[in-house]
Each structure stands twice: as C-alpha cells, then as structure tokens.
C-alpha cells in the first residue's frame, strides 16, 4: 500500500494457535476485534491465521504491518513452551528480549490476588510470561495473568493480546480503545439498502465503477433468496470526522448507486426487449400477410378522450410480467365494459403480456370505439401492422425510443391517419413531449419498469404540467379513490387494464372510476380558478 493515509487507517488481525488451525477451538476472537476496528474507522484488511512458530509468527507481523498501521495478535502468550508470541514479536520488530519489570510486577500482583498471599518470587515459568521485547510496552491484564504487549514498527502499531476470549476482550475494550482513540479517528457508519428481484451478477459492473469513483468509501453487495424472489444488499461504508458527516457521505454514495443502478437495470431490460421486437418485426416482415382493414376510416382517438369529463380506456391484457391472468375472453369483455369506456387499448406483445393482433382485429370489428394497438413499437412495419388490423391509436415509449426515432414512427403514423399515445416515466419529460406537434395523448406511467412496481404517487399534479396534449395516468388506477386521486392531479383520464380484468363486475368498477374521476377533476379544476369547460 502506498498512500500513507490509508495505511494509517487500515488494520489487520493475526490469530495465533495451533489449536485454532486443527479446529480443536473455534476462533471468535478476530470477529470481535475487527467489529471494534470497524467502530474506531479502521478498514480491516485482513485476518489471518498460524501455527505457534516464531518465524511463521514474525513473517507474519513483517507483512500485515507492511499493508496496516495498526496490527492486532492474539494467542500465544501464556507461560508454555508453545507461547512463543513474545519472542516472535521481538524477532519481527528486531529487538531482544528483556524481562520487563511492570510485567513481572503485574504478573506478581494477579498472583498475589488468585493465592490470597504474598508473592515474593515469581517462579522461571511465570517470569516467561513478563519477558518482551526491550522497546515493548505490557498491557495490564485484569481477568488473567499474561500481560499483553504494545510496541510499533515503524508507524505500525502492533497490540498482542491472550487468546483466552474475556482477557483479550477486556484489554481490547481498555487499552486498545483508548491508545486508539488518542488518534481521533474519524466516525464510521454503514448505510444498506436492499434491492428486489435482481442478481448480484447485475449489478457488479456498476459497483466496480463506484469503487473506483468513490475510494474513500466502501461498496459492497450481498446477495440472498427469500422464497423464490431473489434480493441483493448493498451497503456503504464511510467515514467522516462526526457520525453525521459519515453519515451523509454514506447516504450520498448509496443514493446516487441506488439511482444509477436502477436506470441501469432499466436500460438493459429496455435492450432485452427492444431487440426480442426487431428480431420478431423482422420474421414478421416476411411471414405476416396483412390483412385489409375492416374498418371503413379511422376513428379520431383524441376527440373520443375528450368527450367525457374523465374518461376511461379500457384495456384488454391476457396476461403481464406482473402477474394478472385474464378472466375474459376478448367479446366477452368488450360486450360487458362498452357502455363506459371511452376507448380500448390491446396488447398485441405476445412474449410478456401474451397478446396477438388477431384480438386487435376481433374487438375492433365488434366495437365503435377507437382501439390503440399496445405493444413495444420499434419499427415502422409496426405502424402498418396497426392500421391493417383495425388501430386507431399506437403507442410509442420513450422509455423504449430515442427522439429522433419516436418522431420518425409518430409521422409515420400520421401517415395512415393514425394518431399517437406518447408514455413517459417522470414528469421532466411531461414537460418536453407536451411541446411536441405529434404527441396528441400524453401518458405518464407510475410502474417503474424493472421491477414492475406502481406508485400511483409518482404521478402526483403530472396533468397540470401538460397544456397541449390530452394528459393520461397510466398504470396504478385500481379503484375510485385511485381514479380521484389522478384526477385532482389533473389527469383527463386513465387507462385502466388490470383491475378490470381481474375484476368480476368489470362494467360497475370502470362506471365507478369514471363517476368519481369527474368529480374530483371538477373539484380540482374549480379550486384552480377554472371550470370544467375550460378543458
């Protein structure tokens, strides 16, 4: 490690034991050590483990304070011939052995205490555990005999500490601490956040990028399955000179991955479906007869919207990602929510909402409502595929898009007297395409599009950003309280395909939505200054 810095606040532990390596003791001692590390804002760099042997034990010592300002030991330090600690220590350090009189003085007095008697000579095995290094410094050992030992290496600090877990504890909570903290380390804090139905494999590109931009902080993901869901835990931790500053550094770290990674994720699921529609428009190209339109002309989408105060498109969807089955059969369904929809929407996308343009063809021949073909439209052979099985309407995703891409199909469209539905996801971009000439209905989506999630709240006074186009929420309307809270957010309508279908009175819920979707956009509109016919 070259950044001086760094090593100052990095440590590393050194378990000592042959008992440890062949299992006979299970190791917790480098557990709780590091956990204190943690709390005093050191990164722990390693943990490591071997035999009682001096020249394994001082390599050892050499290598981890090469990388650590602070190098933690324990075990090894009792009064045995295998506690070899001590003169491991001093070999590695380059110091001779010396019996150390604060030692031995501790070492007489613990006696003292466990015999209830004085102690004027400490016997040759005892008086081991007093001899240190010359230049070392014992740490008081208040629940046993062995006193520990202090010394550095160069800028290297090195605490050897017993291996028995209460005296290690008590002078790691005392001693160590406190030489520590004469430091005056930085705070550290951990922030976590854990993200749904994704891979960890996902996600590594992004945190090897953040680990790169951010080297002060520390990223890390860990991943876990709970039933048949997958979720992954990212965590951050940073430091500061205050818990609130590491705090807020963290949090920052966090907030921007969690941002980028979900608009990663977002992107990739768009490339997956994007290129799965090329390469079906392109067999489709060469194997779809298209049929001649049924229709005699084609019905203005828009104008039928703007009949109704608020007005409901009624879609048919046999199936979604997100888990809805169709209750209906496409006649059956129309026959039963005619009276109050405004207009029909129906997936044709046959991979993930399992649609066909043969259900297009059939409601549009039993309906004299305008239908918008719903599907990922990619290609210009898309916009004739709608007119030829009976659209009056398509949508174009600029999630799905680029600009320049959306404009093209949307004239292209035009071109056969269709009109467009234009879906965005955040309200800066209500903004933009509302100021588009091609736009004629402009939808903001509440679900987020890689975990398929809806929050309604997300659309919240999105309609009163829009002042051209015919303003629509999407996803999310599920009930009349639904269809009120839209509406006082100045949406003229929503198109509904879930709760309908799934629903067993299909035709009472859509006459519901409606009702109470106009009073409160009358409300609404009122508490504004305007009134309903300002629309």
Not at 276 to 284: C, K
Not at 416 to 427: M, W
Not at 491 to 507: D, K, Q
């Amino acid at each position: 490690m070259t950044n001086p810095y760094l090593k100052k606040w990095s440590a590393a532990i050194l378990v000592i034991g042959n008992e440890v390596l062949v299992g006979r003791i299970t190791d917790t001692n480098s557990q709780k050590i590091a956990r204190v590390l943690t709390t005093l804002g050191f990164d722990v760099v390693e943990i490591r483990k071997v035999r009682d042997d001096i020249d394994a034990i001082a390599e050892a010592v050499k290598e981890l304070c090469y990388d650590a300002g602070v190098v933690i030991t324990t075990g090894g330090l009792g009064p045995t011939y295998d506690d070899v600690t001590a003169e491991a220590i001093a070999y590695a350090i380059g110091s001779p052995l010396c019996l150390n009189e604060e030692a031995l003085e501790m070492v007489r007095n613990k006696l003292r205490e466990i015999y209830g008697q004085e102690i004027e000579e400490v016997d040759e095995v005892r008086r081991k555990m007093a001899v240190l290094p010359c230049l070392a410094q014992p740490i008081p050992n208040k629940v046993g005999v062995a006193p520990g030992i202090y010394v550095k290496l160069n800028r290297c600090k090195i605490f050897s500490l017993p291996g028995v877990p209460r005296e290690m504890e008590a002078m790691l909570n005392e001693f160590v601490t406190e030489e520590l903290q004469k430091e005056n380390l930085y705070a550290k804090v951990e922030v976590c956040e854990r993200l749904e139905d994704v891979r960890e494999a996902e996600l590594a590109p992004l945190l090897k990028k953040f680990a790169e931009v951010y080297p002060d902080v520390y990223i890390k993901s860990h991943p876990g399955i709970e039933g048949e869901r997958s979720f992954v835990r990212v965590c951050v931790l940073a430091s500061g000179p205050t818990k609130e500053n590491a705090q807020e550094k963290a949090q920052k770290v966090l907030s921007e991955f969690l941002k980028r990674s979900r608009r990663r994720l977002e992107i990739e699921m768009i490339e997956e479906i994007v290129n799965y529609t090329l390469n079906r428009i392109e067999f489709e190209r060469k194997s779809l007869a298209l049929p001649k339109r049924d229709k005699k002309g084609v019905i203005d989408f828009r104008a039928s919207l703007e009949k109704d105060a608020f007005s409901i498109i009624t879609e048919f969807k046999p199936s979604s990602p997100s888990g809805v089955r169709a209750k209906w059969a496409p006649i059956d369904y129309v026959n039963e929510v005619r009276p109050c929809s405004s207009a029909f929407s129906v997936l044709t996308e046959p991979k993930w909402f399992k649609g066909s343009y043969e259900n297009l063809r059939l409601i549009s021949s039993i309906t004299d409502k305008p239908i918008l073909m719903k599907d990922f439209v990619v290609d210009p052979f898309q916009i004739d595929i709608a007119y030829a099985f009976g659209a009056d309407a398509v949508l174009l995703m600029v999630d799905v898009l680029g600009e320049d891409e959306l404009s093209y199909l949307a004239r292209k469209a035009k071109a056969r007297g269709l009109q467009t539905l234009v879906e965005v996801s955040n309200k800066e971009d209500l903004v933009i395409y509302d100021k588009k000439p091609y736009v004629d209905v402009l939808g903001m989506n509440s679900r987020d599009f890689k975990t398929l999630k809806v929050d309604i709240n997300r659309l919240h006074d999105g309609g009163f950003l829009i002042r051209r186009a015919f303003p629509l929420a999407e996803s999310g309307v599920k009930s009349p309280e639904d269809a009120m809270k839209v509406a006082s957010w100045g949406f003229r309508g929503a198109l509904v395909g879930t709760s309908l279908m799934e629903s067993n009175a299909p035709r009472e819920l859509c006459v519901e939505l409606k009702r109470k979707g106009s009073e409160a956009l009358s409300a609404r509109l009122r508490s504004r200054g305007l009134t309903p016919s300002v629309l």
